[in-house]
C-alpha cells in the first residue's frame, strides 16, 4: 500500500501565496507521476499541475505562470507553490501519485490519493 499525507493548506486573500505539500510512504517500488488536483462544490475534479518522470511539468492553463510543481525523488514529496492566488482557487487540492507498490513480490501500480486539503482565497 501507499499512503500519501498532504499539507499546507489553509485561508489567504486574493494575490497572496501558499504552499503544498504531499509526502508518499509505503511499499513503494517506483513513483511514475505526481500531481495535484483540485475540486470545488458543484463541479468536476480537475487536473491542476503535474509531474512525469522524463517529462518536464504540466500544467493547466488557468494556473500557468502562478503555480509551480516540484519534486524530490530521493524523499518522495511533491510541493505546490501557488503565487498570485485568486477567489476561484478555492477548491479542496488532492495530491495524487501514480506509483508501483511491492508486497510480498507482488507488484501492482495503481493511482493514490491524498487526503484533499482546503484552500480559500478570499476576495
Known amino acids: 500500500q501507499v499512503q500519501l499525507v498532504e499539507s499546507g493548506g489553509g485561508l489567504v486573500q486574493a494575490g497572496g501565496s501558499l504552499g503544498l505539500s504531499c509526502a508518499a510512504s509505503?511499499?513503494?517500488?517506483?513513483?511514475?507521476?505526481m500531481g495535484w488536483y483540485r475540486q470545488a462544490p458543484g463541479k468536476q475534479r480537475e487536473l491542476v499541475a503535474s509531474?512525469?518522470?522524463?517529462?518536464?511539468?504540466n500544467y493547466a492553463d488557468s494556473v500557468k505562470g502562478r503555480f509551480t510543481i516540484s519534486r524530490d525523488n530521493a524523499k518522495n514529496t511533491v510541493s505546490l507553490q501557488m503565487n498570485s492566488l485568486k477567489p476561484e482557487d478555492t477548491a479542496i487540492y488532492y495530491c495524487?501519485?501514480?506509483?508501483?507498490?511491492?508486497?510480498?513480490?507482488?507488484?501492482?501500480?495503481?493511482?493514490?490519493w491524498g487526503q484533499g486539503t482546503q484552500v480559500t482565497v478570499s476576495s
Open positions: 509505503g511499499s513503494i517500488f517506483r513513483i511514475s507521476a
Open positions: 495524487n501519485v501514480y506509483a508501483t507498490s511491492n508486497s510480498g513480490g507482488y507488484y501492482r501500480s495503481n493511482g493514490y
Open positions: 509531474i512525469t518522470n522524463g517529462r518536464s511539468p
